[in-house]
């Protein structure tokens, strides 16, 4: 479930629609969090699907780090890339601002982190990276951890609208690796080990 305090806005004819902020989201909040209500499916399933079903998976879900697809119920599935993402996923199967959000201002991730099966040239953002590639994860997770342990202090002091959908235990840990008691887990954990002979849409 995406923050609430957001909506789908068309950003432009290249980029279509994506996820804005109508409040400010302040950094260390918890922006999306995986909820009952997103689907998963294996690459079997998807293989048995008509291929009009295929395209709207290959579109709009990420990868696991099972290899299964998931597919978010609500907005989102829209949150854009940005090689500068305001977001960051985590090994908590939910998602952070890693800096304050701005009123109007989109809400992205780094796909880099989603498993993708192909890699894709995106938007030119005057940065180093041009293209996301299918193991950008085994190389950039020191950099997208140390952004995440920068904020992550923050989880416990900041208003979290989506804190029912945590339950007891993950909350607690939280709280023990916010005060030191255990260290935070990689978002390497995140990565999908894919074989050569694996099929993808």
């Not at 479930?1 to 279509?16: V, Y």
Request: aromatic share 12%.
């Amino acid at each position: 479930m995406i923050h609430p305090d957001t909506e789908l806005r068309f950003i432009s004819n290249e980029i279509g629609y994506g996820v804005v902020a109508t409040k400010l989201i302040p950094a260390g909040t918890i922006t999306w969090v995986h909820d009952r209500l997103d689907q998963e499916f294996s690459p079997l399933q998807l293989q048995q699907m008509e291929p009009i079903y295929q395209q709207i998976l290959d579109t709009y879900t990420f990868r696991n780090n099972k290899g299964n697809y998931i597919l978010c119920w609500d907005n989102g599935r829209y949150v854009n890339h940005s090689f500068n993402s305001n977001c960051l996923t985590t090994a908590y199967d939910f998602e952070i601002a890693i800096r304050n959000i701005q009123p109007g201002e989109q809400l992205t991730d780094d796909y880099g982190y989603l498993n993708i099966p192909l890699p894709f040239r995106a938007a030119n953002e005057g940065t180093r990276r041009k293209i996301v590639y299918p193991d950008d994860l085994l190389k950039y997770y020191k950099v997208w951890d140390n952004k995440i342990k920068k904020v992550f202090g923050n989880i416990t002091k900041q208003q979290q609208p989506l804190r029912p959908l945590l339950d007891d235990e993950l909350w607690n840990r939280i709280s023990r690796i916010v005060e030191g008691k255990e260290e935070m887990e990689s978002i390497l954990s995140n990565f999908y080990h894919s074989t050569p002979a694996e099929s993808t849409v």
